[in-house]
């Protein structure tokens, strides 16, 4: 009976990770940011704490990087350790758009908010809110320093590939959304032109 009992409960236990295991793949096919339903005051506050922990990390190891190369930019994919990859594939699209067609997109660095680093460093973190499209998208404000000047920053982040990512930039001093700005940049027809130059 004990035999029996024991071989039931791993039986269980065995179903249960396997069950498990197939919740955790199918959340990371799921579309960025989306959640089935708005979080409470106490998941909320949770959110916010890990968000908050998280962007701080994100710039922390960010200037180390940029510190590391003598302020010429990292010599690691920041995106790809920061960012959700629909970002990362947007960019790549751009990129390699760009190198094409030799018509810029990206004439300037998000992660610092100019062409040229110098001093970077990014402070006043701040945790704006959830989406109000989406409750699994939250938006932080930050401030970027970087060659005497301060940008105000937002960010938007989804939790994706178990752990919260950068979505989106905005330059609020200039008023440039990012992906707005590449989305648009890939749908503009510039081969037909690259001629010209």
């Known amino acids: 009976m004990k035999q029996m009992l024991a071989m039931l409960l791993?039986?269980?236990a065995m179903l249960s990770c396997n069950s498990a295991g197939k919740q955790s793949a199918e959340n990371?096919?799921?579309?960025?940011?989306?959640?089935m339903k708005e979080p409470t005051e106490a998941e909320?506050?949770?959110i916010k704490a890990d968000v908050m922990a998280r962007v701080a990390e994100i710039y922390s190891l960010v200037e180390a990087a940029y510190r590391s190369t003598?302020?010429?930019?990292p010599d690691v994919d920041i995106d790809r350790e920061?960012?959700?990859r629909s970002w990362c594939d947007l960019r790549d699209k751009v990129l390699e758009k760009q190198r094409r067609t030799e018509y810029l997109c990206l004439d300037m660095d998000y992660w610092v908010m100019g062409q040229d680093v110098d001093r970077f460093y990014a402070d006043s973190f701040e945790f704006v809110g959830f989406d109000e499209a989406d409750k699994g998208r939250v938006i932080v404000s930050l401030k970027v320093h970087n060659m005497d000047s301060e940008t105000p920053v937002e960010l938007e982040l989804v939790r994706s590939d178990g752990e919260w990512r950068i979505d989106n930039f905005k330059d609020l001093k200039?008023?440039?959304?990012?992906?707005?700005?590449?989305?648009?940049y890939m749908e503009e027809d510039l081969d037909a032109n690259s001629e010209r130059q």
Do not use: S, W
């Open 70 to 73: 003598a302020d010429m930019g």
């Open 44 to 46: 909320q506050r949770e």
């Open 174 to 184: 200039y008023d440039i959304d990012f992906r707005v700005m590449m989305e648009d």
């Open 82 to 84: 920061f960012c959700t």
């Open 10 to 12: 791993l039986v269980a």
């Open 28 to 35: 990371e096919t799921k579309p960025a940011g989306l959640m």
